[in-house]
């Protein structure tokens, strides 16, 4: 692609020409593409912290280790600390249309200098950075208790850990971080998401299934039993199929928590990675949605053995969009994402897989469901289908436009040349 031709100026009376006959298509079929754009734009979107340091985090470690997750790659320029990770996702938010929140994980955490926090001591001061930023930006965090990269994770077992010292630590670090969140939510006066994932799994067949699980139960019981101030904190609990390392047995696998989730009423987090890949997720969102009050849906892709790739504007993707639509459960679902790919620019990474999603939500807020629907109650299939298949080439990258327009982020690829300025000016100084 040439330089010239990513940088050339997109005419916005043109957006706006297309945008008016996209408009009438979409009429024509009982659609409000206005709406579409208001709506989609209101949708907030959890952004991982992650993906802009490789899930590296603040304590001193070189790189991600353990818990079955790779980070793979060494594209120069990763974040190194709280203010290069704050600065790069307030750019990287410049290029995403509509609300955001920040997702963060425990070890971001930022004691006084030179001091060293254990993770069953941290508390919500450790974080005073980040909810002054947040509250600064208006952008409300979530949290995430991280069960990996610590030498007390180096069994592969943490909160089903059998050694009591073990579990004793995760579960004093499961408490602490949900006080964070809690102080999080205070602080932004609406819940943080709080989800729990943990690697705890077996490379090869274990003989005792049951007692991790049993383990894990008593533990996400105790966790959960502290009660908090009243809407502070959404608890999560995300499941996963395998891991580097747990390829035969994972501790929280989906029915573990579907089953937990739906016992005790709390979210359950659906990660698009970690599911066998020719399971379809998008449908189990009208499935879990009769059993547990809400949805944490981690957008990412998976591929061969890796669970984080950047969400790409996939036929997974999009599904999963519109069958939260179909089923109306955008208040019951919470958007986030979750993925890390070292290997390219990381800002890039961020507004590729933000927009993609912003991207699958429009589209899914423009589908004629009605029209769907009614076909389906008259037992015209064939009408259903006909519309389904038109549905994939309405002008849907009119309104698409009209909506980085609206949002004031640069339009089609227009955001490149901004990424490049931005690593030669900032992130290739980070040696
Ligand atoms: C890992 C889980 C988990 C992590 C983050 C870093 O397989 O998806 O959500 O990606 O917590
Ligand atoms: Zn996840």
Redesign the pocket.
């Known amino acids: 692609m040439k330089e010239e031709s990513i940088k050339k100026e997109i005419k916005t009376d043109k957006i706006e020409e297309a945008y008016g006959i996209a408009k009438e298509a979409y009429a024509a079929l009982g659609v409000s593409t206005d709406k579409a754009i208001r709506e989609s734009l209101a949708l907030p979107l959890s952004i991982h912290c992650?993906q802009g340091d490789d899930?590296t985090g603040f304590e001193g470690a070189d790189a991600l280790s353990g818990g079955g997750?790779l980070a793979t790659g060494n594209y120069p320029g990763r974040a190194r600390n709280g203010d290069e990770l704050r600065a790069d996702a307030e750019f990287a938010f410049t290029l995403i249309p509509g609300k955001k929140r920040f997702n963060l994980?425990s070890f971001y955490a930022e004691p006084a200098a030179g001091k060293k926090v254990s993770r069953d001591k941290l508390e919500p001061e450790h974080f005073s950075k980040w909810m002054s930023w947040s509250k600064k930006k208006k952008i409300p965090l979530d949290f995430?208790p991280s069960y990996f990269s610590h030498p007390m994770a180096d069994s592969g077992y943490t909160l089903a850990s059998a050694d009591p010292r073990v579990r004793k630590f995760w579960l004093d670090h499961s408490k602490a971080c949900r006080r964070i969140a809690s102080a999080f939510g205070e602080n932004q006066g609406s819940p943080a998401m709080h989800?729990i994932?943990i690697p705890d799994g077996s490379k090869d067949y274990p003989a005792d299934r049951m007692g991790p699980r049993e383990r894990l139960k008593d533990a996400l019981d105790e966790i959960l039993s502290v009660s908090l101030p009243k809407g502070t904190i959404t608890d999560a609990v995300?499941s996963?199929l395998f891991?580097i390392g747990s390829e035969s047995y994972v501790t929280g696998s989906y029915d573990f928590y579907m089953g937990y989730a739906a016992q005790r009423q709390i979210k359950l987090c659906l990660?698009m990675?970690?599911f066998h890949p020719t399971e379809f997720i998008a449908d189990k969102i009208s499935a879990v949605l009769l059993f547990v009050p809400g949805i944490l849906f981690?957008f990412s892709r998976g591929l061969r053995w890796d669970?984080?790739h950047v969400t790409t504007f996939s036929d997974d993707l999009r599904d999963a969009c519109r069958e939260i639509k179909r089923a109306g459960a955008f208040d019951r679902i919470d958007l986030a994402l979750?993925y890390f790919d070292a290997s390219i620019n990381r800002i890039a990474a961020w507004t590729i897989g933000a927009r993609n999603l912003r991207k699958a939500l429009l589209e899914a807020l423009l589908e004629p469901t009605r029209l769907l629907v009614d076909a389906e109650k008259r037992g015209k299939n064939h009408e259903r289908l006909a519309l389904m298949e038109e549905c994939k080439t309405l002008p849907f990258p009119a309104v698409w436009d009209k909506l980085c327009l609206t949002a004031r982020v640069p339009v089609s690829i227009r955001w490149l040349p901004a990424v490049k300025e931005y690593e030669q000016k900032v992130l290739s100084r980070r040696k």
């Open positions: 992650w899930v997750i994980h995430n989800d994932w995300e996963k891991g990660d990675g970690h981690h669970s984080d979750d």
